[in-house]
Every structure is written in C-alpha cells, then in structure tokens.
C-alpha cells in the first residue's frame, strides 16, 4: 500500500514505524521516540517531495532495520535538537541524493562493526553493542560540527580508524575502552579533547585550532605530531602526554601544561619548534632540538640528546640526563 505522508507525531507515548506501507513522505515529530520493529518497505523512488525523511524533533530509532529509498533521489533531513539513532551493522539510510543534518543534531552509530557515512554531521556518537566492535570511517574528510563521541555503551570496546582528515568543531570525547587510530592524516580539533580511553597518534598530525581549548583525561594521549595553533591551549595538571613525532606552535598558538604534567618525547631528529611552550615535566629520548625557547616550570629528563643552541631555554627544576 502507497501512503503519500504519513506523519508520527506523539509528544507522549513510543510509536512503532510501521513496515506495512511504502511511505512517500514520511515526517517525524512531537519528541517522543519512534522507532522501527521491521525494515521499512523501501519508500517511494519517485520525483521529489516523494521518498523524503523528516526527522523534524525528537529520536527516530531504526534499531536493527533499514529505512531506505526505493531508488536515487528524495532528501532526508534531520533537523536542530533531533535525533537518529542507528543499530545492529546498518549505516546510515541508503539512496538519498540530499542529506542535511542540522550542526546540532545528532547520529548515533549504537550497533557492532558499522560503516560511518560520508557527511557532514552536526553531533556524531560511535558505540558498540557487544564484544569488540570497529567503526569504518570515512575514506573522505570528515567534517563534524557539533560534538564528536567515542563511548563503550554495552561492548567490551570500541575502536576506529582516520580513512582521511576530520575536521571536529566541538568537543572531543574519546571514552574508556574506546581507541581513535589517527592513522596518517592531519586533524584539525576546534575545542577540548578529552581521553579517557586510547589516542593512538600512528603518524597522524593532531591539529589544535581553538582558543583556550583543553586537552583532558586520564587515558593513554599518544601523539605522533602536534601542533598548537591557537592560543590558551592547555593540558589538565598531572596528566601524561606522549609524542614520538614533533611538537610546534604556529602563529598565535601556544601550549601550557598544568602543575605536575609531564609531556614524554621521544624519536630520532624530532623537534619542538615555534615559541610559547610552558612545559611543566619534560622527558626527552632520542635526539630532540628546539627552535625556538621552552619553559619549563618543573624538571628536564634527557635520555639520549637534546639540542637547545637554536633557542633559549628556561629551566626552572632539574636537568638530568640518565
């Protein structure tokens, strides 16, 4: 049966999505939860405004199933403060040739292994069912307006891999029991970043562009290169922050690291270039240079060669060399 709109709109009650109709408009509202128990026939394939999905308010819940066009065209549009949330090994609604996602909406990847569409989102979650659970990324920049999230839910873990560059413009989550693979890319972050669980750095560029932005968490922060492109950027005291690549600021950029913070480098003609750096900690292996002065608030602990001549560097606790 061919339903030309059909429009769930309780404010109140869970309404089930029914798979009985091939839908032509299907519109949801009234912020209640709507949810699929069974893949939607695929709706209509014809001209616009046939084939199109309102997620107007509230959470659209497509569980395990499947809510997609019959063939290319219609739009799907998820608009500010709404909610979609996808399960099982689904991705995202296939054969839409125009998806908005408003900068503060949200998609929620919730299932097992699943393939991340290549769109631009407003808030982006990533989390697992059961088990260990890999989320495929995007082979194309990435660009993520609103929050970006890694979280167990109810797996064991969660891991996912850069395919290209992500451009994050809120904040940075990556929780406990979950890893973000940097792979080779650089990626610019406008605001905090936060890591209770695993930054692997591989030989990615972690990009910090955001005024005053925090890096935070007691998680394992592995850097490849950082760089520190805005100022009052900071690191949380006492945290631990690795780097086996370089460290430098750019134009405005600068980088303070809170009392008791120990920053860790390592690596073979590495170096910390750019100026206003005000380390707390600093351990050293390998051979590291500097460009331009460090400050250094706490001690400097070198286990191989570290090359100040090029600058002029403060030390305000110990130099030890091991």
């Known amino acids: 049966v061919y339903k030309r709109q059909v429009h769930y709109a309780s404010s109140s009650i869970t309404q089930t999505v029914s798979s009985a109709y091939k839908y032509g408009i299907l519109r949801i509202s009234g912020g209640s939860t709507k949810e699929l128990a069974a893949d939607l026939t695929d709706l209509h394939g014809g001209g616009l405004p046939r084939g199109t999905v309102y997620i107007d308010e509230g959470i659209f819940d497509l569980k395990t199933f499947t809510c997609d066009r019959q063939s290319g065209g219609g ?7 709404a909610e979609l949330w996808i399960g099982g090994t689904e991705d995202f609604p296939n054969n839409f040739d125009n998806v908005t996602l408003a900068s503060t909406s949200l998609v929620w990847y919730y299932g097992n292994n699943q393939t991340v569409e290549d769109l631009d989102y407003g808030d982006l979650t990533l989390s697992g069912t059961s088990g260990a659970v ?7 920049t990435l660009d993520i307006y609103g929050e970006f999230t890694m979280e167990e839910g109810s797996a064991g873990s969660v891991s996912a891999t850069a395919g290209n560059e992500i451009n994050a413009y809120g904040n940075v989550y990556i929780g406990e029991n979950c890893t973000f693979n940097g792979s ?3 990626h610019n972050l406008d605001a905090d970043f936060e890591v209770e669980g695993t930054l ?6 972690i990009r910090f562009t955001g005024v005053n932005a925090q890096i935070l968490g007691t998680g394992d922060i592995d850097f490849h290169h950082a760089v520190f492109a805005q100022s009052g950027i900071s690191a949380e005291a006492g945290s631990i922050l690795t780097a086996s690549g370089n460290l430098s600021t750019t134009g405005a950029g600068t980088f303070t690291h809170g009392s008791g913070g120990s920053f860790e480098m390592s690596g073979t003609s590495r170096t910390i270039s750019g100026s206003d750096f ?3 900690d600093l351990e050293l292996s390998g051979t590291i240079s500097t460009i331009e002065h460090i400050d250094i608030f706490g001690d400097i602990i070198v286990d191989g060669s570290f090359d100040a001549t090029a600058g ?4 305000k606790g110990c130099l030890l060399y091991t």
């Open 200 to 205: 692997e750095g591989a030989t990615s560029t």
């Open 134 to 140: 890999t989320k495929t990324l995007p082979a194309t």
């Open 184 to 186: 080779s890319y650089t």
């Open 75 to 81: 739009t799907f549009i998820v608009a500010a403060n």
């Open 278 to 280: 005000d380390f707390f």
């Open 312 to 315: 002029i560097t403060h030390i």
